[in-house]
Nanobody, 122 residues
Framework: QVQLVESGGGLVQAGGSLRLSCAAS????????MGWFRQAPGKEREFVAA?????YYADSVKGRFTISRDNAKRLLYLQMNSLKPEDTALYYC??????????????????WGQGTQVTVSS
């Protein structure tokens, strides 16, 4: 069992930065692949980034976002730089034992946080 709580969202102007955090509780945090999704109003949930033994990024965020984790502190991060209005969305933290599910079948991901809102103004 894993419980996930996101934080760090907020309002920022285009070109600015935010760092999202996800605090995990439960067993064997280091054995899980972790990742971030986002969902904008009227849009489907979209993969953003994931981390296991390596990192994965959506093309839309490569070069701007960085995913990292601190297993000792049981924390997942998403550093977001050069933010654009199209980055506006509710951002969700997720965890699963299989990193492939983040890309291939995200509806099958075992654990989700409740989301943190990121709003980027023009």
């Amino acid at each position: 069992q894993v419980q996930l709580v996101e934080s760090g969202g907020g309002l920022v102007q285009a070109g600015g930065s935010l760092r999202l955090s996800c605090a995990a509780s439960g067993r064997a945090f280091s054995s899980y692949a972790m990742g971030w999704f986002r969902q904008a109003p009227g849009k489907e949930r979209e993969f953003v980034a994931a981390i296991s033994w390596r990192t994965y990024y959506a093309d839309s965020v490569k070069g701007r976002f960085t995913i990292s984790r601190d297993n000792a502190k049981r924390l997942l991060y998403l550093q977001m730089n050069s933010l654009k209005p199209e980055d506006t969305a509710l951002y969700y933290c997720a965890a699963d034992h299989d990193v492939d599910v983040f890309i291939r079948s995200p509806n099958g991901i075992d654990y989700w946080g409740q989301g943190t809102q990121v709003t980027v103004s023009s």
